[in-house]
């Protein structure tokens, strides 16, 4: 991949790219916005600097999608292990969605992006969910790009409870094991109202799914760079989705 070649050789990315064709444009992309530490670490910063610039890769990331027409974008924001992350650290991530929408959520609204959340609410902080529960409400009738953010989020304890959820209604003769089959289980999922990403980003260079929209993502195409998070740019974004028009997904067929 160019962002990849580029990156080995210590450049940054082209200025100028392929433009993606915007009649194929993917319906839903997801990020697993990596390095933010090693980006810090590199230019011997703390780590929560590295955070505090990741921030504007969000606000390019949600310029880019809503550019080329992007309806769904799922951010990977905070993960169910990182809470054994130093506590300073967690902290301060605990803080970036309230600064985040205190800065963007104007310009948010101006573009009609509509937020949503995924994720476990019960231990984050509560100026946390406050920030982004009033986001969701402030733009609950936008009808533009979905901004989702997966914040507290694993992909094995949404399954488990979507699991449990459905053993209990098997329980109590409301669901008969004939009836469950995977729309059913989709439909438990905490994405049960978005369509499954057609496309994963993961910055960074690492190549694993870090416990992410395991279900969601069985027929997604992946896409890898070696770029930081704090990096990450719209000509990066477009490269992404111009990889993804140029594969042919068969989804299991010819």
């Known amino acids: 991949m160019i962002s990849r070649l580029w990156t080995k050789l210590g450049k940054s990315s082209p200025q100028k790219a392929e433009m993606p064709q915007l009649d194929k444009v993917p319906d839903h992309v997801a990020i697993i916005m990596d390095g933010n530490g090693r980006w810090a670490k590199d230019r011997g910063l703390p780590r929560i600097a590295g955070h505090h610039t990741g921030m504007k890769a969000i606000n390019r990331v949600v310029r880019a999608a809503d550019k080329l027409g992007v309806k769904y974008l799922t951010l ?102 004939e009836q469950i089959d995977e729309q059913l289980m989709g439909g438990k999922l905490l994405s049960s109202d978005l369509p499954d990403p057609d496309l994963l980003i993961r910055t960074s260079g690492e190549l694993r799914l870090s416990n992410f929209m395991l279900w969601q993502l069985a027929y997604s195409e992946l896409w890898f760079t070696d770029i930081y998070w704090p990096e990450f740019t719209e000509i990066h974004f477009q490269e992404a989705v111009l990889q993804y028009q140029r594969r042919k997904r068969r989804f299991g067929g010819l």
């Open 76 to 177: 990977y924001a905070f993960s169910t292990e990182n809470w054994k992350r130093p506590k300073d650290e967690v902290d301060f991530l605990m803080r970036l969605p309230q600064q985040f929408l205190e800065i963007e959520l104007e310009e948010l609204i101006q573009k009609n992006v509509k937020v949503r959340m995924m994720g476990n609410k019960t231990d984050l902080p509560s100026y946390t969910i406050d920030a982004v529960e009033q986001a969701m409400e402030k733009t609950k009738d936008n009808t533009g790009l979905v901004l989702n953010f997966a914040l507290n989020y694993g992909s094995r304890k949404e399954m488990i409870d979507a699991i449990k959820e459905i053993a209990g209604e098997v329980k109590d003769g409301h669901l008969s094991l």
